[in-house]
């Protein structure tokens, strides 16, 4: 059973920075698809950012580029997200989902290709 486990949220002013991660019992080496997702209060759940482990295609949201940076460490199975100059607006409950089938430009955001979720971590970002 793959159970991703995020970990790295906190509360941050407005600038600052965090750095999100998540753990799968899964080889993120082979052709998998580890995704960030954020979900605020009384909005729909949007893709953040992912990343093809066998290939190393990543994919951004286009309100986080310029701003996160998504990566991986194969040895620990373990995918980051590295958020800077966080705004209010990033405030939510993140995400990481494991998609088996690897991702692709027009598939990453959509949540119904995820196979695996994880709990969440909140991330608060005050002004």
């Known amino acids: 059973q793959v159970q991703p486990v995020e970990s790295g949220g906190g509360s941050v002013q407005a600038g600052g920075s965090l750095r999100l991660s998540c753990a799968a019992s899964?080889?993120?080496?082979?052709?998998?698809?580890m995704g960030w997702f954020r979900q605020a209060p009384g909005k729909e759940r949007e893709g953040v950012a992912a990343?093809?482990?066998?290939?190393?295609?990543?994919y951004y949201a286009g309100s986080v580029k310029g701003r996160f940076t998504i990566s991986q460490d194969n040895a620990k199975n373990t995918v980051y997200l590295q958020m800077n100059s966080l705004k209010p607006e990033d405030t939510a409950m993140y995400y990481c989902a494991v998609d088996l089938d690897g991702c692709y430009s027009g598939t990453w955001s959509k949540e119904y290709e995820y196979h695996y979720w994880g709990q969440g971590t909140q991330v608060t970002v005050s002004s």
């Open positions: 899964v080889n993120t080496d082979n052709r998998r698809c």
């Open positions: 990343i093809h482990t066998g290939r190393g295609w990543i």
